[in-house]
């Protein structure tokens, strides 16, 4: 603020110093200054509207504080501007860029589709190639954000041949595969200083049976007559719950499933994937796998959305503890490979599991 906001200002009775021959300042000239320089109100003249002098009096009153100037060298007051109204609510907006994500999702559909009914080999040498990606992203960000250091050679090695002995061997051959490569895990650590030897391994023996064991069922679906369809209905089942639950939770979505964990999702949105995933199991059994009953669909979509948003919500537990958004960035509006088959890994053994139960292995 200026000096001059201080004060009262000049015209108001403003006492300064006196000019050259002025006259001294005294009661009497103070009395005749303030009449000659104090301004008189200008009160506008109202329209008779009847009533006695008194009450023309108080009209006039009023009406010299509601918007006229009140004294002759006052600038009369603005109005006051009506306040704005408040901006609409925004709308909600997915967190992701959905054009990446749908055209990504689409590129690796069009992977998995050609090379299932293809060839099946090539389709496990697909999954082979995805569990090793996961592994080095998995063991990456341990290694980054926690300072765990997993050995990756051994890892990749034996999840790739994880893999294979299960499509080749069955379950037999994916557990001795994977307790070849968990004790690979072991012994290459050893090679290196044995501080935080213990902290090292258990990480590398999670990381053997989070990725690739549990991968490792679908190649056992694929072994099936109709193996090619179950990896379908499997693939289909998952995607179906996880858009469900999208859809429905981003659209109706009012009461957090576990906030503590991730706080997007919803317990809408698991009535959405629960609800989507039984309509889509109850189809895919009728109609594509041999000897399939939609009663036994509707069991097996429930199944895949309670498994599917378990899954979810187990790395989303991992990245919590790990502090990142992503496993990766090599899925532009996915992330990484890891945040594609986190629904996809627990799901993989529950479907298995049921399907060898309702129509057997063959």
């Known amino acids: 603020m200026n000096d001059s906001s201080w004060g009262a200002p000049q015209g108001a009775g403003y006492r300064g110093a006196p000019e050259m021959g002025a006259a001294p300042a005294g009661p009497a000239h103070d009395v005749h200054g303030a009449q000659q320089t104090r301004p008189m109100p200008i009160v506008p003249d109202l329209p008779d509207e009847g009533g006695d002098a008194d009450d023309r009096a108080d ?66 040498g697909v999954i082979a190639l995805a569990v090793v990606v996961g592994l080095w992203e998995l063991t990456s960000r341990l290694k980054e954000r926690k300072g765990i250091d997993v050995p990756l050679a051994p890892l990749a090695a034996g999840g790739a041949a994880m893999v ?3 499509y080749v061997w069955d379950a037999e051959g994916a557990w001795i595969a994977m307790a070849l490569t968990a004790l690979a895990v072991l012994v290459q650590r050893m090679t290196r200083p044995p501080a935080d030897y213990l902290r090292d391994v258990t990480a590398g ?17 694929l072994t099936a007559d109709d193996g090619a369809w179950r990896v379908l209905t499997f693939l289909l089942l998952t995607v179906v719950s996880d858009t469900g639950a999208y859809a429905v939770g981003w659209r109706f979505g009012r009461h ?9 999702k919803t317990r809408e949105g698991l009535f959405g994937a629960v609800a989507f995933a039984m309509v889509a199991g109850a189809l895919c059994m009728q109609f594509l796998i ?19 948003t378990l899954g979810d919500l187990g790395e989303s537990m991992i990245k919590r503890d790990l502090g990142i958004k992503d496993m990766g960035t090599l899925l532009p509006g996915h992330g990484g490979i890891m945040d594609r088959l986190d629904s996809l890994l627990p799901t993989a053994p529950v479907v298995w599991l049921l399907l060898a139960v309702f129509v057997g292995t063959g």
């Open 256 to 264: 957090k499933l576990a906030p503590r964990i991730s706080p997007g």
């Open 59 to 124: 009209r006039n009153r009023d009406a010299s504080h509601t918007g006229g100037p009140l004294f002759r060298d006052e600038k009369p007051q603005e109005p006051m501007s009506t306040p704005s109204p408040p901006p609409p609510p925004e709308k909600k907006r997915a967190g992701r860029d959905l054009r990446s994500a749908i055209g990504v999702g689409v590129g690796l559909g069009a992977v998995v589709i050609g090379s299932l009914f293809v060839v099946k080999a090539v389709f496990v």
């Open 164 to 166: 294979g002995a299960g």
């Open 205 to 221: 023996v999670f990381a053997v049976f989070y990725v690739p064991f549990l991968a490792t069922f679908v190649a056992m679906m």
């Open 290 to 308: 041999d000897d399939g009953s939609w009663w036994q669909g509707l069991l097996l979509g429930l199944a895949v959305a309670v498994s599917a």
